[in-house]
Structure formats: structure tokens, C-alpha cells
């Protein structure tokens, strides 16, 4: 089969490679029909992610046929039309069935190694680094799918792929950043990011009837690609004036709820990216320091942009006596599936319009770097194997 392997700093290839097969009887085999290129995949594809190897299957939003069926799985059957969960549940660790934070299953990243390195030790994510369990990703024609009951969401013939894609990721993450962030009616929301993370967010905060919601960019294409999908939005470009300064002056007091939906590749000095990564200096993490004086007294952070190592120059001295609350967090993609299917089936969230780019997995290498370097007003790629 063909796959996306990475093999270096902006070094993606198309490689042959085996079928991959059933292994535990809780597996299941899918033949991928569709599969996107993530922000998250900037960090592997930038080389600042801890953790990659040379060989390494990436992608973790993908969907497709199930192929092989393992004799515990119940869920489903050989035939099946399956979404994929990004982050990797087993349902029975205390984790995944006392608190619903599959993101953060204790049973499919057993990296000891990393957490005594990195101070921290999430779930397994497909397609990711060897810090997230190292599992083979879905940019690929086939995938192997552990504990498949827990980690698939079957999904009806008549929703489009570019519909139930989304359910992998973006559309949970979105969604995610205003569960954190407690966003309700009336409030008003800023979001740093304007990529497809931050926009799913702009959509989730806008269905739970938020009064004010404001996209933040430096790239005028993304703003305005949001503008004409969600009129509803305010933009600010920061190539104009600091978010925080643009913020000042829109919003008296400022937004009740600021979301981070950029993450740390984005941080200005590329050296601190290097060196945070191994604790020896720090990021200043300008991009939450401005969130934490933007948001009102009392406001919510919620983060759902990648941070990796550590930082120091926080402002931890706003932070308490403004009596802010901050949540942060990989997304429990499978927590939010009985509650975001049924609404994108009804068409009360669409997460399509993010998608511009559609093309063969031949072209995953070149749509990286059109991804990355925001060319061809590139939003959301879909890659078919
Ligand atoms: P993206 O790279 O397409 O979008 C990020 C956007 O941030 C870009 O449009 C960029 O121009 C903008 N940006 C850069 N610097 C900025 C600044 N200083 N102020 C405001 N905006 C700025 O990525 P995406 O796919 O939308 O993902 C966004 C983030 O969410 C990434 O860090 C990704 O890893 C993360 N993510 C997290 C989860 C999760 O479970 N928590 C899931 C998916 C993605
Ligand atoms: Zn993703």
C-alpha cells in the first residue's frame, strides 16, 4: 500500500510499504478513503515535535471501509463506513471510563521513557510521535484501528466525507475549546487562530449563541475565507496592531472567554522551540501571556493549540489577581460523537466549508508545504489514497 511516511525536517514521502493486519482481537483493519493534513502535522512536518522516527506512518483524521474485523470487536462489521478518533481510548482505564478523557488514556501510550523526559504522558495518537505511543497514522491506503469499539464512529452512507471527516478531530477540537471555556449565550469569545481549528471554534461558540465571536490572524485570506462562511464573525489582523491592543478597542472590559487555537510552532524565536523542548530555556509563550491580559476579570483560557515543554515568563501575577481559570487539553474526541453527530446530520454544524484543497495522496508531500506556507489561500486539505 502507499503511505505517508516522515523522514526529516520537511521531508514527507510516498512509500510502499505492507498491508498492515490484525493483531488483537479488538483491532480493526479500514481501507482509508479520505484522510486531512492537521496544524498538528505542522509540528512533526517543522521537526519540533519530540519523538519522530525516520519511517514513521503519519496522520491521524482520517475515515474510511472496515476491512478485518477482530473476534472482540462489537461495534462493527467488515463493509462499515468508520470516522477514526485522533486520540487512541481503551474505554477501561480510569481515564477513559471515570472521567471520559480518552485524550488522556493510560493504556495506549506506555512510554515511561517520555514521561520521566517530558513530565507528561498523554494517550496514543495515530500518526503522531513516539511521545504519543508511535502508532502508525492513516495517511495511508489502509490503517490499523486498536481497540476499535472505543475509537470508531460509524457513520451513515448519506453524510458526505467532507461532513464526517471533521468528526476525527477539528469538529471535536472546536467544540472542545468552548466546553473549556464554559462559552454560553450572550458571551463574547476571542480566538487566536484563525486556522480550521480556530474556525470549528468560532462555529461551536456561535451554535451555543454567543453574543460577540472574534477571529484573530495574521493572514488576511483565512480571516476573510471565515468572514464569507460565518458572517456572523469579527476579524482582527494582527499585521495591523497587537490582538491585544485591536482587542482593547473592540471589546469594553474584554471577551469573557479567549481561546488559543494557534500553538507553539507559531512562537516568534525559533531557538526557544528548540529549547523548550528539552527544558533548557524557555518560550516566552507571548500568545497566552496577551490572553491572559485580554480576558476579562474572571474570564476563562482555554487552550486547545499544541504547547510542548516548558515556559517560563508567564504571567502567572495577571493570572491570579485577575482570577482567571485556564483549561487546556488534547481533545476526548469519542466524549463528544453522540452529541456533534446527530448535529452535523441535521445540519446544524457543518464543518465543511474549512475544506479547500482536495487531492490524491501522491500529493501529500507538496500539499504539506502548500499547508504550511499558506499558499493558494490553502485552509484544509483532504488527501484521497
Ligand atoms: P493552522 O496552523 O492551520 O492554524 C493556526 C493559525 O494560527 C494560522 O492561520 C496562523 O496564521 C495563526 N497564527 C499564527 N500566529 C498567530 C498569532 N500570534 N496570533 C493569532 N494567530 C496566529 O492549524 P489548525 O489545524 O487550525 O490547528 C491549530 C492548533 O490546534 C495547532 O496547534 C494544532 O496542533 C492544535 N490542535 C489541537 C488539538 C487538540 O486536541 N487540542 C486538535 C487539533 C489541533
Ligand atoms: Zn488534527
Redesign the pocket.
Known amino acids: 500500500m502507499k503511505a505517508l511516511e516522515w523522514h526529516g525536517t520537511k521531508d514527507i514521502r510516498v512509500i510502499e510499504r505492507p498491508v498492515p493486519k490484525v493483531t488483537d482481537p479488538n483491532d480493526v483493519v479500514i481501507k482509508v478513503t479520505a484522510t486531512a493534513i492537521?496544524?498538528?502535522?505542522?509540528?512533526f512536518y517543522l521537526n519540533y515535535t519530540p519523538g519522530m522516527q525516520k519511517g514513521d506512518v503519519v496522520g491521524h483524521e482520517f475515515m474510511g471501509i472496515v476491512e478485518e474485523v477482530g473476534e472482540s470487536v462489537k461495534s462493527v462489521r467488515i463493509g462499515d463506513r468508520i470516522v477514526a478518533s485522533?486520540?487512541i481510548g481503551c474505554s477501561s482505564c480510569t481515564y477513559c471510563s471515570n472521567h471520559k478523557l480518552y485524550?488522556s488514556c493510560d493504556n495506549t501510550n506506555d512510554s515511561k521513557k517520555q514521561e520521566a523526559l517530558y513530565g507528561h504522558r498523554s494517550a496514543g495518537m495515530f500518526g503522531y510521535t513516539h511521545m504519543t505511543g508511535g502508532w502508525d497514522g492513516g495517511q495511508a491506503q489502509y490503517v490499523r484501528i486498536p481497540f476499535a469499539d472505543t475509537n470508531t464512529l460509524k457513520v451513515p452512507d448519506a453524510l458526505p466525507d467532507k461532513k464526517a471527516l471533521f468528526l476525527s478531530?477539528?469538529l471535536?477540537?472546536g467544540w472542545?475549546?468552548t466546553e473549556m471555556g464554559q462559552v454560553g449565550e450572550g458571551q463574547t469569545v476571542a480566538i487566536?487562530?484563525?486556522?480550521?481549528?480556530?474556525?470549528l471554534a468560532a462555529q461551536s461558540a456561535h451554535y451555543k449563541k454567543a453574543g460577540r465571536i472574534i477571529l484573530?490572524?495574521?493572514?488576511d485570506y483565512?480571516l476573510s475565507h471565515a468572514k464569507k462562511h460565518m458572517p456572523y464573525v469579527e476579524t482582527i489582523n494582527?499585521k495591523n496592531g497587537t490582538?491585544l491592543s485591536q482587542l482593547q478597542q473592540l471589546v469594553l472590559n474584554g471577551p469573557d472567554c479567549v481561546i488559543?487555537?494557534?500553538?507553539?510552532?507559531?512562537a516568534?524565536n525559533p531557538l526557544h522551540k528548540a529549547q523548550m523542548l528539552v527544558g533548557l530555556e524557555t518560550d516566552p509563550s507571548?500568545?497566552l501571556n496577551?490572553m491572559i491580559m485580554a480576558v476579562r476579570k474572571g474570564g476563562i483560557v482555554s487552550?486547545?493549540?499544541?504547547?510542548v515543554g516548558l515556559t517560563n515568563g508567564f504571567n502567572i501575577g495577571a493570572f491570579m489577581e485577575k482570577g482567571l481559570r485556564m483549561a487546556?487539553?488534547?481533545?476526548p474526541?469519542q466524549r463528544y460523537w453522540p452529541t456533534l453527530l446527530p448535529l452535523v446530520e441535521k445540519g446544524e454544524l457543518d464543518p465543511s466549508f474549512v475544506l479547500t484543497h482536495e487531492v490524491p495522496i501522491d500529493d501529500g508531500p507538496k500539499m504539506y508545504k502548500v499547508?504550511?506556507e499558506?499558499q493558494d489561500n490553502c485552509?484544509?486539505v483532504i488527501l484521497r489514497p
Request: aromatic share 10%; hydrophobic share 35%.
Open positions: 492537521c496544524g498538528s502535522d505542522l509540528h485522533f486520540d485524550s478531530d477539528i471535536p477540537t472542545h475549546a487566536w487562530g484563525c486556522g480550521p481549528v480556530g474556525m484573530i490572524d495574521q493572514e483565512r494582527i490582538a488559543e487555537a494557534v500553538g507553539f510552532h507559531y516568534k507571548e500568545i496577551e487552550i486547545v493549540g499544541v504547547y487546556g487539553g488534547q481533545t474526541v499547508f504550511n499558506k485552509v484544509k
